[in-house]
Every structure is written in structure tokens, then in C-alpha cells.
């Protein structure tokens, strides 16, 4: 099997936005009617402009109502379960989506449509950039 980061970069070629692999801490919340609310914090495994993909414990079905909450941000997006994926141990890769297009959800930078592991600045060497020197603080 290929790994996961290529499968992802293949896959974007077909997708709405482009996927980026990222640890992101959030926070899930399914209300179910006539239920008391299920919350489970966990990281991302990819993102996108329109959602992501995660490892849940928590059953869910296709199409579930959920609301993702950003502890960095303090911001909180409905979403809805569009995939249902293998499961890993006790938890089980979950695709959601959200209810309107969130890209600044993340608060990340997304590479342009035509960005491949190919492109030619995937190959560059990655430029580190020197932050200015601190003021002296004087007594």
C-alpha cells in the first residue's frame, strides 16, 4: 500500500480544495435528539478548505451532525460525517465536512490548486528565515 501522504497528493488532483497534512487539537461534539451531547478531543490528520479527516472513537454514521470546536481559536464550525473510514485500534478514520466552506477554520495557509509533491518548490531546499535581534531592555 502507498503511503498515506501520497494517496493524499494523488487524490487532490480530483478534490475542492487542497488537502494538507496537519495535527490540528480540536474538539468534536455530537447532539443527538433526545441525547446528551458526546464530546471527544482529538488532532487532524488532513484539512482542507471544506473539512477534515480524523480518528474518532465515538460511532458515527454518514451524514451525522456534528460541531468541530478550535481550543486555539475559540471557534466553532458545523460539520457533517461523509466518510466513514478504517478503523485503527479503537478509533476509526472519520471524513467530515463542513456545513459552508470554512478555509480560515485552520488558520493555515493552503498551497495553490496546481501544488503537487512534484512542483518544482517542493524539491527546492526550505528557506529559513533569521528573525530580527531583540532589542537590548535597559534598566
Known amino acids: ?43 487532524t490528520l488532513v484539512v482542507s478548505a471544506h473539512g477534515a479527516l480524523l480518528l474518532l472513537s465515538m460511532k458515527l454514521f454518514a451524514g451525522d451532525q456534528l460541531t468541530l470546536f478550535n481550543p486555539q481559536t475559540d471557534e466553532q464550525q458545523p460539520v457533517r460525517v461523509v466518510y466513514l473510514g478504517p478503523q485503527q485500534l479503537d478509533k476509526q478514520e472519520i471524513g467530515m465536512e463542513f456545513v459552508k466552506s470554512s478555509p480560515l477554520f485552520w488558520r493555515i495557509a493552503f498551497p495553490p490548486s496546481d501544488w503537487t509533491t512534484a512542483h518544482e518548490e517542493a524539491k527546492a531546499p526550505a528557506k529559513r528565515v533569521t528573525p530580527p535581534p531583540k532589542a537590548l531592555k535597559t534598566p
Do not use: D, G, W, Y
Not at 3 to 20: G, L, M
Not at 28 to 37: C, E, G, N, T
Open 1 to 43: 500500500m502507498e503511503p498515506f501522504s501520497k494517496q493524499v497528493a494523488e487524490k487532490n488532483t480530483q478534490r475542492r480544495s487542497q488537502r494538507v497534512l496537519a495535527a490540528v487539537p480540536i474538539s468534536v461534539v455530537l447532539a443527538r435528539p433526545s441525547q446528551k451531547p458526546v464530546s471527544e478531543k482529538t488532532n
